[in-house]
């Protein structure tokens, strides 16, 4: 007789979204991000603010309105502020960064003024 356990079927692993990013450099340290994970778009003013304690400082201001920071310690380590960092340790914001600048798509600069930055957006 044979006897035989069935397994449930193996749950499918959740593939995470595959993301695309779009920068359009603006002026130095300032652009606009698109981040697509699937079909979701995130649209982000990104600005580099610099760091008193060492590393590069960045903001991304999402379009619709929440603002996150992203503190990069390495070419391959940065936090953000976000709740998905928190939880995770790590995000697309802090991804984001570290792949433009893995990219040489944001050099390091003297970043720009937040009078110099905020008549930018205005404009
Ligand atoms: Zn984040």
């Keep these: 007789m044979l006897h035989a356990t069935l397994s449930p079927a193996p749950r499918k692993a959740?593939?995470?979204a595959s993301?695309?990013?779009t920068f359009i450099p603006i002026t130095r340290g300032v652009g606009?991000?698109?981040?697509?994970?699937?079909?979701v778009l995130a649209g982000y003013w990104?600005?580099?603010?610099g760091s008193d304690i060492g590393g590069r400082g960045f903001v991304l201001?999402?379009?619709a309105g929440e603002t996150y920071h992203v503190h990069v310690?390495?070419?391959?380590a940065a936090m953000c502020d976000c709740r998905g960092h928190e939880a995770?340790?790590?995000?697309?914001?802090?991804?984001?960064?570290l792949t433009l600048i893995r990219l040489g798509?944001?050099?390091p600069q003297r970043p720009m003024s937040p009078a110099g930055f905020a008549a930018l957006q205005a404009a």
């Design 14 to 16: 959740r593939k995470p």
């Design 19 to 21: 993301r695309r990013l």
């Design 32 to 39: 606009r991000l698109i981040i697509a994970a699937g079909k």
């Design 46 to 49: 990104l600005h580099e603010i």
């Design 61 to 63: 201001e999402k379009f």
């Design 73 to 76: 310690t390495g070419p391959a």
């Design 88 to 97: 995770h340790g790590h995000c697309k914001h802090a991804d984001a960064v």
């Design 105 to 107: 798509h944001l050099p």
